[in-house]
């Protein structure tokens, strides 16, 4: 993910945001990396695909990802800011965010 320019220059933006922002806010940009840059996911001819740090470097992830146990929302910055800032780090993730493309994502 950060040999793509997209991806490491929202990551480096997310991490100068977080420079004399409050905890909440801080708390925010961390969801919003967590779903997106660490577990994010998108669809890709109709298929369900993983393309975050977190999801791709654990098989256990890669496979329950898409097996239709965890809980698939719509990928929204705005609700994982809101309502998402508190995230599993030592278990499988319960749910994702999913663009609806890998081109979304990367808006």
């Known amino acids: 993910m950060f040999a793509h ?27 919003i990396y967590w779903y997106t840059i660490e577990f994010g996911m998108c669809k890709e001819d109709g298929a369900l695909k993983a393309y975050g740090a977190g999801i791709l470097s654990s098989m256990g992830e ?13 990928l929204d910055v705005q609700e994982i800011a809101q309502n998402h800032v508190n995230f599993p780090i030592s ?17």
Do not use: W
């Open 62 to 74: 890669i496979e329950y990802c898409v097996s239709g146990q965890p809980i698939l929302y719509p």
């Open 5 to 31: 320019d997209t991806f490491s220059e929202f990551s480096q933006e997310i991490g100068l945001a977080s420079l004399g922002a409050s905890e909440l806010d801080i708390n925010r940009l961390a969801a």
């Open 91 to 107: 278990k499988m993730q319960p749910h994702y965010f999913v663009a609806e493309s890998f081109e979304k994502a990367k808006e």
